[in-house]
């Protein structure tokens, strides 16, 4: 016999259509029972609506009007835009999403457009500025993650703190951050003439200092924790720097904390 958590974690979808992709899912997600086990599961990719044919589908499409995420537009520069979504007001959709971002997470995901998108409590009492971060499995490896995690930091810096995401970080999250963290601290280091400290760092990024501290090796010199980046890690960091394409600029960003 299969305990109910056994039960619980089989995955219950095969694939997804989500606009003209069509994808595997993970992981079991909570879909309807009536839509388990379908061959393929079919996304309007602006409401986030599920149904179980391309004609069901179609019918909603004449009569959906959503042609972006609902909410507020807070980011626009060039072809790539955020649009800041509450809970409450916009729960229907939210709630659509939390079950597409399921079937790629592992563990529940507490809360939760379409390339992907990140949650966040609008106060932690652990200083996390991000609960749950996901590019979804199409657009994987094409630097969204990035983007994604340096936008939860532009956050972070209009609210005046230091941010680190929610613990445990999945083995992609983890490689995700540690790529970013290292990236924006050698970024600094290499724009900056003058000796930097910590505290600068986590003052100027908004990393917090144990994040700082667990990207690079830390020397011991004279009492005091100095940062050794080897000439050949700052020409590889040089060279992917350069070759990005698109990064967060925050002067586009027309955001205010919660209060
Ligand atoms: N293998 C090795 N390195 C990787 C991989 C991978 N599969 N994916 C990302 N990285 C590292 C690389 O250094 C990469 O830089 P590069 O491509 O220049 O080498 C860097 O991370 C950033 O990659 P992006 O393309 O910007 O990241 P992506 O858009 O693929 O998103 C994410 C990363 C969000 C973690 C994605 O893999 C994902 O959604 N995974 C499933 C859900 C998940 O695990 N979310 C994190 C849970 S923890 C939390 O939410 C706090
Ligand atoms: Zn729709």
Known sequence: T???????????????????????????????QE?????VLYLCEFCLCYFGSPFMLSRHRKRCNLMHPPGNEIYRHEDLSFFELDGKRQLTWCRNLSLLSK????????GCHIIGYFSKEKESADSYNVAC???LPQHQRHGYGRL???FSYELSKK???????????SDLGLLGYRAY???TIIDLLLTTSDDVSIDEIAQKTSITHADVMNTWFFKHYKGQHVICIPESVQERYKKSLEK?????HPEYLKWKPPV
């Open 2 to 32: 299969q305990s109910i958590s056994e039960i619980a974690r089989v995955k219950n979808l095969n694939r997804l259509q989500i606009g003209k992709h069509e994808v595997d899912a993970w992981y079991f997600s909570p879909y309807p």
């Open 35 to 39: 839509y388990a086990h379908l061959p």
């Open 103 to 110: 079937c790629f997470l592992d563990q529940d995901s507490t």
């Open 148 to 150: 994604l995690i340096q």
């Open 159 to 169: 609210e005046g703190k230091l941010g680190s995401p929610e613990k445990p970080l």
């Open 244 to 248: 990005r394409k698109r990064r967060i």
């Open 133 to 135: 971060i996901l590019t």
């Open 181 to 183: 963290w290292a990236e």
